[in-house]
């Protein structure tokens, strides 16, 4: 049986923003502790679901504290739910993760989240070489009904070393590789939602499997692990 979302989280979340300090959160922290066990079992039935059809090796909950050292807003608390799914390295590339937060702001994305400096190398080199497979996947039907259009932060012009009038340049100059899908405070407390998370990770799959080839070989096509 699909666990759910539960609406408290979204409840909690609005009065959290309202009141984001250290006293009221320790008031109403045994209602926040069983609001977080129910959405850990949402992002545990997403792992279990994954690892079905695909090799996750890790899930991460991230904390409620915000890490507020180098940032103007010194509130506390976060308010929202964060989780990624980790797939099993090196010969697997690519992520998922789940974003839960009031006020329909809630997503999931895929991709690849400023990857390392060498993936992001091979990767642009790829597509100064060829594109067309890229362009293949992301043009597909269901893909893009499902996930839309590609994302993420990118340099103004070109990358150092690579022609800014090349035809691939739209994706030359993307610092990261993401697809996100997002969801409604109703659709993500439904019971079906899981069931919706599960076939559009499904369909990231041809995007997972081409990067992984391009980060898992040279220019060449020959393996490097």
Same mark, same amino acid.
């Given at each position: 049986?699909?666990?759910?979302?539960p609406?408290s989280?979204?409840?909690?979340?609005?009065?959290?923003?309202?009141n !984001?300090?250290?006293?009221?959160?320790?008031?109403?922290?045994?209602? &926040?502790?069983?609001?977080e066990?129910? $959405?850990?079992?949402?992002?545990? %039935?997403?792992? !279990?679901n994954?690892?079905k059809?695909?090799?996750?090796?890790?899930?991460?909950?991230?904390?409620i504290?915000?890490? $507020?050292?180098f940032?103007?807003?010194?509130?506390?608390?976060?308010?929202? &739910? #964060?989780?990624?799914?980790?797939r099993?390295?090196? %010969?697997?590339?690519?992520?998922?993760?789940?974003h839960? /937060?009031p006020?329909? %702001?809630?997503?999931?994305a895929t991709? @690849?989240?400023?990857?390392?400096?060498?993936?992001?190398?091979?990767?642009?080199? %790829?597509?100064?070489?060829?594109?067309?497979?890229?362009?293949?996947?992301?043009?597909?039907?269901? @893909?893009?009904?499902?996930? #839309?259009?590609? $994302?993420?932060? +990118?340099?103004?012009?070109?990358?150092?070393? &690579?022609?800014? /009038?090349? +035809?691939?340049i739209?994706?030359?100059?993307?610092?990261?590789?993401?697809?996100?899908?997002? @969801?409604?405070?109703?659709?993500?407390?439904?019971?079906?939602?899981? !069931? $919706?998370?599960?076939?559009s990770?499904?369909?990231?799959?041809?995007? @997972?499997?081409?990067?992984?080839?391009?980060?898992?070989?040279?220019? !060449?096509?020959?393996?490097?692990?």
């Amino acid at each position: 049986m699909n666990s759910t979302v539960p609406y408290s989280a979204f409840d909690f979340f609005k009065k959290l923003e309202k009141n !984001n300090n250290r006293e009221w959160f320790n008031e109403h922290k045994t209602e &926040f502790k069983k609001i977080e066990a129910e $959405v850990k079992k949402v992002y545990n %039935e997403i792992y !279990n679901n994954l690892n079905k059809h695909d090799e996750i090796d890790k899930l991460k909950l991230f904390r409620i504290y915000r890490d $507020v050292r180098f940032s103007k807003d010194k509130t506390p608390y976060k308010t929202h &739910f #964060g989780g990624s799914f980790h797939r099993k390295k090196p %010969e697997l590339r690519g992520g998922y993760y789940l974003h839960i /937060q009031p006020n329909n %702001e809630s997503f999931i994305a895929t991709g @690849f989240w400023e990857p390392h400096k060498d993936d992001l190398l091979r990767i642009r080199k %790829e597509f100064e070489m060829d594109a067309s497979e890229m362009r293949k996947i992301m043009s597909d039907k269901k @893909f893009k009904s499902i996930w #839309g259009e590609l $994302v993420g932060d +990118e340099v103004k012009t070109a990358p150092k070393g &690579f022609d800014k /009038q090349h +035809e691939n340049i739209d994706l030359i100059k993307k610092k990261m590789y993401i697809f996100t899908r997002k @969801f409604t405070d109703k659709e993500i407390t439904s019971k079906d939602f899981l !069931n $919706v998370v599960d076939d559009s990770f499904k369909a990231i799959r041809p995007f @997972f499997n081409y990067m992984s080839d391009v980060l898992t070989t040279n220019l !060449n096509g020959e393996s490097l692990i």
